[in-house]
């Protein structure tokens, strides 16, 4: 399968960003990597390969992006107060930048974004904030609690960033409309360390009346991304 990239000077990180592109034609998947991983991880952990039927057939495009979670939520040398205003400029990254890119690049306006842990955090954090311009997501394991890494620390950010506390107060009938027309795929195992953040969402969701996939994976494997890579294999298509 073909593999590019794409580098450019973020405004919004304040450094130089790449983007790696697997595919050349199909429906664009942004790829986010686990807790602080890289844009090579998908490759490296088997992803890309288990999802070689949908790129060689030009079902999908892949396009990994880095994670700036070990500047942000994982950063312990900063305040609070900057880790979550890190994670902002890292959103501004992905809505102001990422996705036109991908956009301009595939000329298509359905985007599905998928991750597991931290990176399916972002993937549904930024679809039920901006529905218009993510349609699908697939969160595997998905962490959407962010107030442990906070240390205490409260603002209308955290707030805001934080699934578990915006969604159940979220009354805006358009913004509510608009996610009840998205495609969301929350994906758990049996020993997923956020089993029960997945419930609670699932279950804000469907207060809400957001219709939604809630996948409790049993089938077993010694390879633990092995098993990302099936998940995947049945919900990218």
Known sequence: ME???QSWQSPSLGKETTISIYGTEGTPLLAFPVNGGGRSEWEERGLIESLSYQLEHGHNR???V???DNESFFNADVSPRVRISRHRHYESYIIDEVLPFIKKTTGDLFVMAAGMH????HALNLLLK???QIQKVIAIGGCFQ????????FDDSVYYNNPLEYMPNLEDKELLEEIRN???????TPDDPNLDLNYMISDILRSKAIEHIFDYWLEAGDNQWEIWGDILQRHVP
């Open 3 to 5: 593999k590019t990239s």
């Open 62 to 64: 892949i396009f990994c």
């Open 66 to 68: 880095d994670s700036i």
């Open 118 to 121: 931290m990176g399916g955090y």
């Open 130 to 132: 901006y529905p218009s």
């Open 146 to 153: 962010i107030r442990p890494f906070m240390d205490d620390y």
């Open 182 to 188: 998205t495609d969301i795929r929350l994906v758990t």
